[in-house]
């Protein structure tokens, strides 16, 4: 097993009477990327704050490199760049005056800061816009700042707050990249709300939602956890009213949940969840048969993790 960087046990945190996180324990290894995914509200900037020791928890502990958020905050701090939700920088600072500021903050002195901000500065594609006003800048570059700023005093982990949240899609792609690239060599976690953000960066994810872990593993093991529980069939009928289809096809045995969806015009198009113990073919055959309806169509849909992410937080979105 490789060496645990992040080991979060029962970790709590309540503003009032609002529980925020909810008794959250995972662990994160060196050299993963680890996805923080949940709706909005779910507990995902709140837990990255307690790692970041900007918060302290209600109850439960974190570590982060083997050092307690609470007790050795300074450790803490010392290994880990953050990029919040909301980048605060300083907009009337230009970027080079920018990072040399950060490096100040992070301690650091000496000859080597100026090379250190011209290599992170070069890996952050900021060398063009070296000299320019922060608040000159675009919000994908003002991203870029923030990512920098975080990796200037080479920290073993980064954790990052919906880094990509409210870039147009070609700085996202930037940024992922810029991240998969620090990945290889760093433990990262990173928030979003956005399910293929998840798929497209990173090597594990957990779900929250309304404070609690609701999973924990590749997206791979999450699909197949979803394939064990329930599957997805869609089929295509006409003859019959769409009511009236679907509400047969909602009573038979084994169906636990049914809707109508979009499909080809002039037929209708069902999407049923079976639960995995039932083979609902037969049953469908039947009731089609029975009602006179003309079965057009008869699918097999593999679990996706949309499925899974939608089963695992729906009624959840944001208390706030
Ligand atoms: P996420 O980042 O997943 O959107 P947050 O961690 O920001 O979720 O919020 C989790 C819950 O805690 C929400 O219900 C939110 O309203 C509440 N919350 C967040 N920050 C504060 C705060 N400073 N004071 C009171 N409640 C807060
Ligand atoms: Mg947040």
């Known amino acids: 097993m490789a060496d645990v960087m992040i080991q979060v046990e029962n970790l709590t945190k309540n503003y009032g009477t609002n529980c925020a ?8 290894h060196k050299g993963e990327v680890l996805g923080f ?10 837990t990255m704050k307690i790692l970041t020791c900007f918060l302290a928890p209600t109850q439960g502990s974190a570590k982060v490199a083997g050092f307690d958020v609470f007790d050795q905050s300074l ?4 290994r880990v760049g953050y990029l919040p939700e909301d980048t605060p920088l300083y907009r009337d600072m230009t970027v080079l ?25 070069g890996r952050c594609g900021l060398v063009e816009v070296a000299g ?16 920098a700023q975080a990796m200037l005093h080479d920290p073993d982990i980064l ?43 990173c090597s594990r994810m957990l779900i929250i939602s309304g404070g609690k872990l609701v999973a924990d593993g590749t997206p791979d093991e999450l699909r197949a956890r979803e394939k064990a529980t329930r599957y997805r069939l869609v089929i295509e009928a006409n003859g019959a009213a769409p009511d009236a289809i679907k ?26 969840d079976g639960s995995a113990k039932s083979d609902l073919r037969k049953a469908l055959y039947q009731a089609a048969v029975d009602s006179k309806w003309i079965l057009l169509e008869l699918t097999r ?7 899974v992410f939608r089963n695992l937080t729906t009624g959840e979105e944001s208390k706030s």
């Open 37 to 46: 995914l949940g709706p909005n509200g779910a507990g995902k900037s709140t």
């Open 247 to 272: 509400s047969k096809l909602a009573a038979l045995s084994g169906v636990v949940g049914c809707e109508k969806v979009d499909g080809e015009p002039k037929t209708h198009t069902f999407a049923i």
């Open 301 to 307: 849909q593999a679990a996706s993790l949309e499925d």
């Open 132 to 147: 320019k006003l922060v608040g000159e800048l675009s919000k994908g570059y003002r991203q870029r700042v923030g990512l």
């Open 21 to 28: 996180v909810d008794q959250v324990s995972f662990n994160v």
């Open 159 to 201: 954790i990052l707050d919906e880094p990509t949240g409210g870039l147009d899609p070609n700085q996202i792609a930037e940024i992922r990249t810029l991240i998969k690239e620090v990945g290889k060599e760093k433990t990262v976690i990173l928030s979003t709300h956005i399910l293929p953000e998840v798929q497209a960066t």
């Open 75 to 78: 450790e803490v701090r010392r």
């Open 97 to 121: 005056e920018h990072l040399d500021f950060a490096a100040s903050m992070h301690g650091m002195k000496g000859d080597r800061v100026q090379a250190r901000i011209k290599e992170i500065g």
